[in-house]
T-cell receptor, first 114, second 115 residues
Framework: AQTVTQSQPEMSVQEAETVTLSCTYD???????LFWYKQPPSRQMILVIR??????QNATENRFSVNFQKAAKSFSLKISDSQLGDAAMYFC???????????FGAGTRLTVKP | GAGVSQSPSNKVTEKGKDVELRCDPI?????LYWYRQSLGQGLEFLIY????????KSGLPSDRFSAERTGGSVSTLTIQRTQQEDSAVYLC?????????????FGPGTRLLVL
């Protein structure tokens, strides 16, 4: 079974600083996708960033970037220049290459301090 | 355009009652998913629909849970004889297909509280 682990239930960052959220996963497959979703208090899940396992280059979306270590099965999210609007629950997710059944981590609650 | 919508946004029910949760996917999306988010837990996959194919029910936690998707669009998740452990946020998501690169778009969820 594929599992996703987020070891940090809560994280805090000062506005304008950088924070890294950790995620590890367990799989025997070689082809898969990894995601980070943001869930603000409104509960709407928002896709932050996506990484294809076959790509060595780390995905980047503006202030959001990932450190994808396939051998270590690690997929951390780095948020640079943190903003108050970044405060939310962040979920790491995994899906196999040939289907879209996602497996999610337990989430990390990020607080941004002004 | 309109996103995924879900209703009701909140539902309080008594233990033993049946509840129905509704999901309206984005128009044209053929794939639809239901997830459950329990307090302190990550999202849990429940069921998946793709077009007219038989649904993937592998995530349903018990036979009290069922779902339908009529006309390839609106979906209803039904929980019979609700239990307190069913209390959670139920999220629906849709995508164009079940393809390799399809992004799932989530609705706002329904918060279910079973007393």
């Amino acid at each position: 079974a594929q599992t996703v682990t987020q070891s940090q239930p809560e994280m805090s960052v000062q506005e304008a600083e950088t924070v890294t959220l950790s995620c590890t996963y367990d799989t025997s497959e070689s082809d898969y996708y990894l995601f980070w979703y943001k869930q603000p208090p409104s509960r709407q899940m928002i896709l932050v960033i996506r990484q294809e396992a076959y790509k060595q280059q780390n995905a980047t979306e503006n202030r959001f970037s990932v450190n994808f270590q396939k051998a270590a099965k690690s997929f951390s999210l780095k948020i640079s220049d943190s903003q108050l609007g970044d405060a939310a629950m962040y979920f790491c997710a995994y899906t196999l290459y040939n289907n879209n059944d996602m497996r999610f981590g337990a989430g990390t609650r990020l607080t941004v301090k002004p | 355009g309109a996103g995924v919508s879900q209703s009701p946004s909140n539902k309080v029910t008594e233990k033993g009652k049946d509840v129905e949760l509704r999901c309206d996917p984005i128009s044209g999306h053929t794939a639809l998913y239901w997830y459950r988010q329990s307090l302190g837990q990550g999202l849990e996959f429940l069921i998946y629909f793709q077009g007219n194919s038989a649904p993937d029910k592998s995530g349903l936690p018990s036979d009290r849970f069922s779902a339908e998707r009529t006309g390839g669009s609106v979906s209803t998740l039904t929980i019979q004889r609700t239990q307190q452990e069913d209390s959670a946020v139920y999220l629906c998501a849709s995508s164009w297909t079940r393809g390799l690169q399809e992004t799932q778009y989530f609705g706002p969820g329904t918060r279910l509280l079973v007393l």
